[in-house]
Structures are given as C-alpha cells and as structure tokens.
C-alpha cells in the first residue's frame, strides 16, 4: 500500500501541510519497504487547477490514500474516481501519519473544502 501525505518540506520530520493542492511536497510512503518517496507538488505555484494538476500526480504515482488537511472538489473528485481514500492529518509530522492511518485513528474525508483554500488572498495566507 502507498500512503501519499501532503508535506511542507521534502523529509519525514517535516509538518505535514494541511493544504493538499498549495503543499510543496508529498511524501509517498510505501507500506512494504517501509520507504519514502518525496515528489514536488507541481501545481502549487499554478494560477488555477492546482489542486487538479496535484491529484492528477498523486493518481500517477499508484497511491492508495492520501492524508492531508483540507481539499478542493475537484481534487476530492479525482481522487475518488481513481477510489483513492481520503483522510484527515492527525499531529504535526510527516513520518506519524502512516502509523495513525494503520492504528485507525485518522478520520476519512468525505466532503470537500472550499475551492482555492490554500491561495494567498491579499498577502494573506
């Protein structure tokens, strides 16, 4: 099982970001080899569709959940179609969310956020 995390930086000590299309990095961690991988989030500096172009990379990658903060519809609908399951981030670091999710204490995400969440709007983030 490949578990994709949202990241604000490319290593396991990091905060987890509780953005999923505005995060800088993702952490895929495989279950198996008890690895992970750090892929930079593409579309985070994207205008608009981000949170698609960055589903559309977490789909590419064969992850099975994602655990993040907060997701925009359209990237909750990507994810779904390819039955991606969604989860909540639970404490601050990247490398305690795979054992969250495998002790079952991590809450599923069924509903999206607002669209354009993670954007700065007005020099405010």
């Known amino acids: 099982m490949k578990i994709c995390i949202s990241s604000t930086s ?11 299309g505005r995060c800088q990095f993702y952490a895929i961690y495989d279950d198996e080899t008890k690895e992970y991988e750090f892929i930079e989030n593409k579309g985070a500096q994207e205008a608009q569709g981000a949170g698609l172009k960055a589903a559309q990379s977490v789909v590419d990658k064969n992850v099975d959940v994602v655990i993040t903060g907060n997701m925009g ?16 981030i639970l404490g601050d670091k990247v490398k305690e969310q795979a054992k969250y999710y495998s002790e079952g204490k991590l809450i599923s995400i069924d509903t999206p956020g607002a669209s354009h969440m993670g954007m700065a709007r007005r020099g405010q983030i």
């Open 73 to 88: 519809p359209n990237a909750m609908r990507v994810l779904h179609s390819a039955n991606i399951k969604v989860y909540k």
């Open 10 to 20: 490319d290593n396991v000590n990091a905060l987890a970001d509780s953005r999923f």
